[in-house]
């Protein structure tokens, strides 16, 4: 039997995934400058590119990943993705595969742990180790958002995500993190009981929202739980997996049960090399950050993002819808 000790607390060994990388990284720029399988008129691979690096970078730190996808086409004028409802949505599967595949790269050990441990603990009928405990804490955390998510999807979609509501939930959530942040750790992952798991899996769902920040938002429910705040960050990252996963596996057979439409092919394949690639980065950049450091960075940055898109509206430089 596996003991709790399985769930690491270190970042697995990434020597020669650094040069595999390195070489992934280099194709995909190669590629985008070919202009290969893209329409100048639709989606170009440079726009594409500049969107997966924005989902790798914005998924995994506590800043809204939805939110910036939206604000990226807003700031420069891309409206190919705004009047192509269902493009977009295809599109975005692709940006969250890439992120799914890093995230599920990086803590291989670790999900191949849980998923063991849960299969166990169903074959035996029992629940008796930490492992086993965190396991079945990250499905029943995962069934909220999964409800809200089928529920409220088409909300979303109509009623949310315009640039100043984004700038909104960036703010109302960064003071969320900050006073989360002051709770000092004092549990453990494997401590959680089935109250929390539900609590977490609510909150989880308020991501729904562009903005708010799913990671951000479990970030702040896993530290006020008293999870140290590495903790707190592969909390995060575990029920990551399996919503998004489902969201993918769902989003992609309805989206694209015909196939890429013309001309996407090759922002489809920049999109979800790019985010695969610097989701990888941004993981193994935060958690070695916050070995020494507290989110206060990611609180300021939330702040100053929220009031630059504010002044850009007020000003008028920019539509507060999009």
Known sequence: MQSDATISRRPPRVHAGVLALGAIAVATVVIAAAGYGSDPKKLTDWQALA???????TEFLPISSSGHLILVPWLFNWHY??????????????????????????????AIALAGAWFRSIGKRAIETGEERLAWFVVVATVPAAIVGAA????????????????????????????????PATRKMEEFDLRTAIGVGIA??????????????????GR???????DAARFSFFLYAPVVAGAVVFK??????????PGTT?????????????????????LNYLRRNNYNVFVLYRLVAAAAVLILIATGVQSAHF
């Open 51 to 57: 969107l997966g690096v924005t989902q790798g970078l």
């Open 81 to 110: 993705l705004e009047n192509h409802a269902d493009f977009n949505k295809t599109f975005d599967v692709s940006l969250h595969l890439g992120t799914l595949i890093a995230v599920l790269a990086y803590f291989r050990l670790d």
């Open 152 to 183: 409220g999807e088409s909300f979303v979609e109509e009623k949310l995500g315009q640039p100043y509501q984004i700038a909104i939930f960036l703010a109302v959530f960064a003071i969320v993190l900050w006073w989360a942040d002051k709770t």
């Open 204 to 221: 989880q769902a308020l991501a729904l929202a562009p903005g708010v920040s799913r990671s951000g938002i479990t970030i702040s429910a």
């Open 224 to 230: 006020y739980l008293g999870l140290s705040r590495d």
């Open 252 to 261: 992609g057979v309805k989206d694209l049960h015909g196939g890429f439409p």
């Open 266 to 286: 090759g922002p489809f394949l920049v999109g979800t090399l790019t985010s695969m690639v610097v989701g990888l980065v941004s993981i193994w950049a935060l």
